[in-house]
């Protein structure tokens, strides 16, 4: 073997690479439109007073949204063939983020266009159109973003489907051959073959009828050395990728920003659903679900029959992610029963996971909670953040403070080669060798879950992780990687530990980061503990409210909407305290909304009591012990007067400057005592 071969095969992949569109077709002009615009998807909506753009010209600033329009001829002569639209919107030339942008092709919603997603694949019935209208709807962003940015490439593209095919397998090997030990037997037997097959291309015409020939040849090559290598490793650890993309609720941007990525991710998902057959992925939150519907019903309408047809799953228990620390009992049991129910009522699924991979630590309550609400599992990988200690285990029971216990897995995924495990994986190589490398119960589980795509604000899988899996469904001195879904891993994953030895860990999860956040924005965790406590007491009293009178009515939407809210808030970047500014500014709003509908409940309930209970002072006490503390009341009596209780008898008091402290003994638990 002579030097440098590794070398070489990079260079000449990265040679390839262009290549793989045959042939491309411009697309220099736009109709242009900076600012929302409703209906701009549409093939007929009117667009001559709009502004012309040419690519290559600059657009945005600071959170801008901005409309391009154009009709791309389609060549008779590409109807049979692989094509694809490609964009890079800007501002990629300044490095840092691309603008994220929904691509509508003939009204349609086909899939975002971003950073990782620069190629859109075009479904065979665009091709027997002579002309497709397409729309880009393009975001500028909210952080480091340049004043101007240049919308840089449009292009109609023929794909060539042999030299794509070689380009994905002989990067997969190549990577494949980095990660091993030099001696390794497999790496030098991949590496004699990837060079055998780059040794049948033709590389001194590029682009030619020759080239093109002898590429497809490489590629048959390739193939079939494969397939007689993969009989070599009969028994090896197996990998089980779910495609996923992590949406902050918010963080570095706003919720009306997350409705945008929430649409834009999951009409990529969709997309390549559509390519990838057995392609699938995983999505938590009953928050962003509903904001879909509202947002978006053409995009939630397709989401729900992928729910149906049982690729896209719906599993994480909660309302949204939330953070486990600041929020109380009742409002972690009300994440997982407002989670449950709206995935029972709009999708029919009973779900059986908590589902929390970036939660900075995790209250020795939630065991007791989970298995109570009728959930079996617990994922993360968040803890392996910890600044010191390395947690010792990544499969264990975690058993709660009543002796509850509940399977937990952490994904393994290496981040970036640091000791962190990453929820946000690409699939690549290297992270499904680190996957098993970093797991620290291969005795008793050798099949790991490894969530690929592109994360934190969105994005997802992409169609390199997909060809990726295909091929590393058998690479020698890699994993096996196999597509599936978490819950079904999780309900093997318990099957393969029966009767094994199982670390158990009796104590809360405490992540040794992100440590700050909890003395952060303190006015927003005051407001989350308020409004707790203000629910509380108006459910109590409505409730007693409607056992009282026939005439009231509980005001369960008043509640539902209070709640909703409250456990949006509780989301694992906005509680904490790691957002920007802007978050915390809504968030208020918010709080107040659930002030004003909380105590407009709480007061109509007391009004049903007084007039079913009489008297002229209610003493409430709606805790759940005996209270012996005085009642305090910002009024006074007049004189004579005096306060007795309903059956006469009289109760002490003791006047303060324009108060009244109200002795009324022992106040027992969830009681109104009229006076
Ligand atoms: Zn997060």
């Not at 901005?66 to 001829?73: E, G, L, Q, S, T």
């Not at 009796?506 to 409004?531: F, M």
């Amino acid at each position: 073997m002579l030097f440098f071969t590794e070398e070489k095969i990079a260079k000449q992949l990265s040679e390839i690479q262009p290549t793989i569109y045959r042939e491309i077709y411009p697309i220099p002009y736009f109709k242009f439109h900076e600012g929302p615009c409703s209906g701009a998807e549409r093939p007929d909506f009117d667009d001559r007073h709009w502004a012309d753009f040419r690519v290559g010209d600059a657009w945005g600033g600071y959170d801008v949204v901005a409309w391009f329009r154009a009709n791309v001829p389609i060549a008779t002569h590409l109807r049979d063939q692989k094509v694809a639209l490609r964009f890079l919107v800007g501002p990629r030339d300044s490095g840092g983020l691309t603008a994220e942008t929904l691509l509508y092709v003939n009204g349609t919603p086909l899939q975002a266009i971003d950073i990782w997603h620069d190629e859109a694949w075009l479904p065979p019935e665009y091709l027997q159109q002579d002309e497709i209208s397409i729309a880009l709807k393009a975001w500028s962003g909210m952080l480091n973003v340049p004043e101007r940015c240049r919308f840089k490439l449009a292009q109609l593209v023929q794909i060539d489907e042999a030299t794509e095919r070689f380009y994905y397998l002989a990067d997969v090997l190549h990577k494949t051959i980095t990660t091993l030990e030099e001696h390794d037997w497999r790496r030098v037997r991949l590496l004699e073959t990837i060079n055998e097959a780059f040794r049948r291309i033709d590389f001194t015409r590029l682009r030619s009828e020759v080239y093109y020939r002898s590429i497809s040849n490489a590629a048959r090559f390739l193939e079939e050395q494969i397939a007689e290598l993969r009989s070599a490793e009969p028994v090896k650890p197996t990998v089980v990728g779910v495609g996923h993309s992590h949406i902050d609720m918010i963080w570095l941007w706003r919720l009306c920003h997350t409705r945008e990525k929430a649409a834009r991710s999951f009409s990529t998902v969709l997309h390549l659903m559509r390519q990838y057959p057995e392609y699938r992925y995983i999505h938590s939150s009953p928050q962003l679900y509903k904001f879909l519907s509202q947002d978006y019903p053409d995009i939630f309408a397709r989401v729900k029959e992928r729910i149906a047809s049982g690729e896209w799953e719906i599993t994480g228990g909660m309302w949204v992610e939330a953070d486990t620390n600041l929020p109380n009992g009742e409002s972690l049991i009300r994440q997982i029963l407002f989670g449950k129910r709206y995935m029972r009522a709009e999708f029919g699924v009973e779900t059986h996971t908590v589902w929390l991979p970036d939660v900075f630590g995790y209250s020795w309550a939630l065991p007791q909670i989970i298995c109570k609400s009728g959930l079996r599992y617990f994922v993360t990988s968040k803890i392996s953040w910890n600044q010191f200690n390395r947690f010792p285990y990544d499969t264990f029971y975690w058993r709660g403070i009543d002796g509850s216990e509940v399977l937990s897995h952490f994904i393994t995924t290496p981040e970036n080669n640091t000791r962190r495990y990453t929820y946000n994986g690409t699939l690549s190589p290297a992270e499904v060798k680190g996957i098993w490398d970093n797991y620290q119960q291969k005795i008793i589980n050798d099949e790991l879950l490894l969530t690929y795509g592109w994360g934190d604000g969105g994005g997802g899988p992409t169609r390199q992780m997909l060809e990726w899996a295909r091929i590393m469904d058998n690479v020698p001195g890699l994993p096996r990687v196999k597509l599936d879904k978490v819950e079904p891993y999780l309900a093997r994953l318990e099957r393969r530990l029966a009767g094994k030895d199982v670390p158990l860990w009796d104590g809360e999860l405490y992540l040794e980061y992100h440590r700050g956040t909890y003395t952060t924005q303190r006015r927003n965790k005051r407001a989350n503990r308020k409004s707790e406590f203000l629910l509380h007491d108006a459910e109590f009293l409505a409730a007693l409210a409607s056992t009282l009178d026939s005439a009231y009515t509980y005001p369960t939407d008043t509640f539902r909407k209070a709640w909703e809210l409250v456990c949006l808030n509780q989301f694992h970047d906005i509680i904490p305290g790691s957002s920007i500014t802007a978050v915390y500014v809504e968030s208020q709003q918010q709080y107040e909304e659930i002030r004003t509908m909380t105590t407009t409940a709480r007061d109509t309930a007391l009004a049903a009591i007084a007039g079913k209970l009489g008297g002229d002072l209610l003493v409430v006490n709606p805790t759940s012990f005996t209270r012996g503390d005085l009642a305090f009341w910002p009024g006074t009596l007049d004189s004579g007067q005096a306060l007795q209780r309903a059956d006469g008898e009289p109760v002490r008091i003791q006047n303060g400057e324009g108060v009244t402290w109200i002795d009324l003994g022992d106040i027992a638990p969830y009681s109104v005592t009229a006076l």
